[in-house]
Nanobody, 119 residues
């Protein structure tokens, strides 16, 4: 079982920046791929970005260039750097960890951190 804790959310003005962190208690952290999702209350969870164990990244097209996902395997942390924030970025942001092991897909979710973009 992997326990994930997101942090770094808060209230920010339009055009501002935030860096979210996702801390994982996995002893073999480097073997996991991580994703960030976001969800507005009542809506479906939306995929934001992903990073695999070797560090390759991918982004939702509309967010590419403003959001950057990264990982620090030494610290068991995954980050989501968000720049030029817009009110429509307001959501609860979740990270997940996943890997394929012994033919089974393991996936774990955190509780999320709220991001509110408003003046």
């Amino acid at each position: 079982q992997v326990h994930l804790v997101e942090s770094g959310g808060g209230l920010v003005q339009p055009g501002g920046s935030l860096r979210l962190s996702c801390a994982a208690n996995a002893s073999d952290f480097s073997t996991y791929a991580f994703e960030w999702y976001r969800q507005v209350s009542g809506d479906q969870r939306e995929w934001v970005a992903s990073i695999v164990s070797r560090g390759s990244t991918n982004y939702e097209d509309a967010l590419r260039g403003r959001f950057t996902i990264s990982r620090d395997n030494a610290k068991n942390l995954v980050y989501l750097e968000m720049n030029a924030l817009k009110p429509e970025d307001t959501a609860r942001y979740y990270c997940n960890a996943q890997r394929l092991r012994n033919g089974e897909n393991e996936k774990y979710w955190g509780q999320g951190t709220q991001v509110t973009v408003s003046s």
